[in-house]
């Protein structure tokens, strides 16, 4: 055992979210799985953590997770919150199956998954294995790829009977944050008139996410310049590298800028601006190229949440800025993508719209052009075996290979660079569903090969090859259930 780093019986929680008013939150115990054997635990979590990883081995480790080993200092509680879901607004949501159980280093952990909470509203609490996995997986794969989200430190599976349209069993995710506190969070006690704890909230949120403006005389207008410019740059990161949330109402939207609540989420398979991946979002509300748009939407909320708190002519002109500054991140990543030293809006913009008609119009797979263009030197052969037809795909390499005349750097500079911005590898449906499928028979190889791979997306993995292909016909493109 490392005597520098915690294990279960020494570390200390603390509670910070507890000091709010008492309408912010419901005390509540978890509810264990029957059951419960560790799947998977991530080292790299608990490094942050500073939890000696020689625990994962241990009983109290699996009760740990299950919520059925407090540690010290655990004071166990579900947040409140409300949002707008599917542009319509509910006063009252809040974590009907996630229970907080404390904090460390400055990392809230949270137990997805462990049982009914006063927020349950007709919910039973749980989670099944599959969306589990899902969210599990994915949390590293979007770390992987450098975007800010959530994380895990561990996955337990159980012989919990849980009803999902068919008996499916019970899992528990333990995610971490450095903050769950979510637009919905604020809308919450705005729509109540409650301005006294909007108050508390906002100064705690700012404490928690942007400690550096503790002590503005504008702190509240400040904080909502930070988030907007965070929420610009998430949804620039999404749209970067083909991921489509799925459920994107306030509810699940970070004050602290990060992917949340992991769902019926998809990355692109071919490139489809159009590609809707929840099944119940019949009008493509959240659809893949709409994101940009309702994260902006969904900021018009926030606004609306925080006007009693801040003049409002002030905070709209902040959210004027959101177009700018989602596309002056996206045009740099895409510059990235392409391996463009420089870019400008003027220059470059009709290059990447002509890129992504091109992909649409051949019903390419995203990520495997990306990763393609990044060993291109001249010839065109591996880039045209990707497409059916070849002249959409010859007229757009004549504007790249003139455009990247304007390039200073070696053409290897150029190649080494993209390979660190394209990654080789991402975490498709079809792939989870393998993974699921394995599981669901008690064998979670696939959920350990995928976790290799999310960890280091942009690596080659020579014995993973098959997962860096077309996703096979029959699964593309497909569309996911909420249920989970
Ligand atoms: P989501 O869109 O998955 O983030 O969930 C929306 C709301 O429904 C949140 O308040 C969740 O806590 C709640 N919820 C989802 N699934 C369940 C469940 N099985 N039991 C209780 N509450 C749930
Ligand atoms: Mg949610």
């Known amino acids: 055992m490392n005597l520098n ?10 509670n910070p979210y507890l000091s709010l008013p008492t309408e912010c939150y419901d005390r509540v115990l978890p509810s264990p799985l029957v059951d419960a054997h560790l799947i998977h635990a991530n080292a790299s979590v608990a490094k942050m953590l500073e939890i000696d990883e020689s625990e994962f081995e241990t009983q109290t480790f699996v009760d740990f997770v299950n919520g059925a080993y407090q540690p010290m200092g655990s004071d166990t509680f579900a947040m409140c919150y409300a949002g707008h879901q599917f542009g319509y607004f509910v006063p009252r949501l809040g974590d009907g199956r996630a229970i907080n159980i404390g904090t460390l280093n400055g990392l809230h952990l949270q137990l997805k998954g462990a049982g009914e909470t006063k927020y349950s509203r007709s919910g ?8 589990s996995i899902r969210e599990y997986l994915m949390s590293e794969a979007m770390h992987g790829l450098g975007i800010e989200t959530t994380r895990a430190l561990a996955l337990i599976g159980s012989n919990h009977k849980v009803y999902r349209q068919t008996w499916e069993t019970g899992a528990i995710v333990l995610r971490v944050s450095p903050s769950w506190v979510r637009f919905g969070t604020f809308e919450y006690f705005a729509h109540k008139k409650r301005y006294s704890e909007l108050e508390a909230l906002a100064d705690y949120a700012i404490a928690e996410s942007y400690p550096h403006l503790m002590d503005e005389p504008h702190k509240y207008l400040l904080f909502f310049t930070e988030v907007v410019g965070k929420t610009a740059r998430l949804m620039a990161d999404w749209q970067s590298v083909g991921f489509a949330h799925g459920v994107m109402n306030t509810d699940n939207m970070s ?6 609540d992991y769902g019926p989420y998809a990355f692109l398979d ?4 159009g590609y809707i991946c929840n099944h119940t979002d019949q009008g493509g509300r959240y659809s893949f190229g709409n994101q940009p748009n309702v994260g902006e939407w969904n900021l018009q909320a926030l606004m609306v949440a925080l006007s009693p708190l801040v003049n409002s002519d002030k905070l709209e002109k902040v959210l004027a800025q959101y177009p700018q500054l989602y ?4 045009l740099y990543l895409m510059g990235k993508k392409l391996g463009l030293e420089q870019v400008t809006q003027e220059k470059d913009l009709d290059l990447f719209t002509h890129l992504l008609g091109m992909l649409q119009g051949l019903t390419i797979d995203y990520t495997l052009f990306f990763r393609t263009l990044s060993h291109y030197e001249g010839d065109r052969k591996d880039l045209l075996n990707i497409g059916l037809y070849h002249k959409p795909m010859n007229d757009w390499l004549d504007s790249y290979d003139e455009r990247l005349k304007a390039n200073t750097i070696s053409t290897e500079e150029r190649l080494v660079s993209m390979r660190k911005h394209n990654p080789k590898y991402v975490l498709k449906n079809y792939m989870l569903q393998e993974a699921i499928d394995l599981a669901e028979k008690g064998d979670f190889s696939i959920v350990n090969d995928l976790f290799t791979i999310a960890q280091n997306p942009y690596a080659e993995h020579k014995a993973f090859e098959r997962w860096a292909g077309v996703t096979p016909n029959a699964f593309k493109n497909q569309k996911l259930s909420c249920s989970s």
């Open 5 to 14: 780093k915690l294990n279960l019986n020494t570390l200390k929680l603390t």
């Open 124 to 131: 039973d609490g749980r989670a099944v294995l599959r969306s």
């Open 255 to 260: 004050i602290h800028g990060l992917t949340i």
């Open 270 to 273: 071919a490139y489809d601006f």
């Open 327 to 330: 596309t002056q991140r996206y």
